[in-house]
């Protein structure tokens, strides 16, 4: 459980929201499940949906960094062409 | 790794078939997909590399999943374990994913530190260009200062003989004067054509007259202001040299432009 909410927590850090990230969704539904279990004593659901949450929080982290790096290597690819540009017609000035 | 993964696998394939009934048919799908996930992230040698301990824990959900898939009633269970080998070879594939971009964001962001300096280098020339090109302006028009003011003259060579047109050779000795003109907005100037004593006076005054129209009137189709110019045309009065030769001849065929002081005050007319 504690693995959980530090994954949670984490995801959310770099910014992944359950309205952005499917997994996000999932994983804070399964970890709310998860508390329930341990509330009924239900220790085996408790830990499996916990188990799941952890992993859903991560894999939403890794997708939202993953579009950052996206994002990254757009602004610099427009960079580079617009530095290119201007290059040229700097050449056929 | 490898091996293990390999036999694995086959373990997988022969399995299948007779886990039908073992742990059901919910869980037999799970347990093959996660082996399929699986077995694409531990072949990609990017992933191999960049995310080996995601690929090692897909690896250990996926064996548990097919170890608890051989006892009974224990499909809830496989499907768990699926569902984490899959979701840890989904994480090695976005963690191998991130990383490559980031690789390439770094290669990126050398060119785009390459190219900068280039245009930055490409930029700071044509600044230095422009201030030569300035300071040759300022030479040019660094003009004798007589009692009459500042004094500029066009040489004969910029007209042909007896013609009253500008050669298009003054076109950028006229440009630095119209740029002259416009930084220095209240400097008025009088233009004044001067000839050798060949000819007849007549001719020679109207030809000085009309050569200094020409040099105005260009002034003026480059957006100088006309009242801004006086024309005067002196023909062979006021020679600089002798005409006894054809170079004090040359120098005395000339247009003269006189520049007002900064605050418009032209010295009077000859």
Known sequence: MRLTEQAIVQAKAVGATADEVPEMQLAETKYNRAKGSMADESYRNARMRAEQAELDARLAEAKVLTKKSEEQLNVLNTRIVRLRKQLQLGEAQ | ?270
């Not at chain 2, 608890?68 to 090695?92: C, F, K, M, N, P």
């Not at chain 2, 300035?134 to 040019?140: D, K, R, V």
């Not at chain 2, 500042?150 to 004969?156: E, F, Q, R």
């Not at chain 2, 950028?172 to 003109?181: P, S």
């Open chain 2, 1 to 270: 790794m490898s091996l293990k993964s390999n036999a694995l696998g086959i373990l997988l394939l022969a399995g299948c078939a007779s886990l039908y009934g073992c742990a059901g048919q919910h869980s037999e799908a799970a347990l093959q997909q996660a082996g399929v996930d699986f077995q694409k992230v531990k072949e990609d040698s990017n992933v191999l590399r960049i995310a080996p301990k995601d690929v090692i824990r897909a690896g250990e959900s996926l064996a548990r999943a097919d170890r608890l898939s051989t006892y009974w009633g224990s499909g809830a269970d496989v499907v768990h374990y699926a569902y984490l080998s899959q979701r840890y070879s989904e994480i090695a594939r976005e963690h191998t994913n991130q990383a490559l971009n980031e690789e390439r964001a770094a290669k990126l962001e050398l060119e785009r530190q390459r190219l900068q300096l280039a245009l930055r280098e490409s930029k700071l020339l044509s600044v230095q260009q422009q201030g030569k090109w300035l300071e040759e302006q300022i030479e040019a028009l660094a003009t004798t200062q007589t009692d009459r003011g500042l004094v500029m003259t066009l040489g004969d060579v910029l007209f042909d003989t007896g013609q009253a047109e500008l050669k298009n050779s003054a076109n950028r000795v006229v440009l630095k004067i119209v740029q002259f003109l416009q930084l220095n907005p209240k400097r008025v100037v009088r233009i004044e054509g001067y000839t050798d004593s060949t000819g007849g006076k007549q001719e020679n005054l109207k030809l000085s007259r009309d050569r200094a129209q020409s040099v105005a009137d260009v002034l003026v189709d480059l957006g100088i202001d006309e009242k801004r110019i006086q024309v005067e045309g002196y023909g062979d009065q006021f020679p600089v040299d002798a005409n006894a030769s054809e170079r004090g001849r040359a120098q005395n065929r000339r247009v003269e432009i006189v520049f007002s002081d900064e605050k418009g005050q032209l010295g009077a007319a000859r």
